[in-house]
């Protein structure tokens, strides 16, 4: 009975240190200092892109990698893939 539980001990010593190493990963600010937000050079190229939307080719009404750049369409799609309207 005491082996199940040595064995048991060990075990949860070892989860918790793989926590507390992921843990010191995620937080690691020598990390996060190193990693720097790369500007697409083309909307296209943005995780943000969303070429369906019937009003805008950005996730967000505001671009968060340029002030500048246009979101909104000129004119909005012909097929709305969100809605049956326009088919």
Known sequence: ???KNNTKNT???SVQTQYKNRYRRLISRSERENVK???PPVCKCCPNYRPEFKYRYCLFAKCP???YRKVFRERPLARDPFSKVGR
């Open 1 to 3: 009975m005491t082996e």
């Open 37 to 39: 937000v790369q500007i």
């Open 11 to 13: 075990l949860s010593q």
């Open 65 to 67: 990698y340029d002030k």
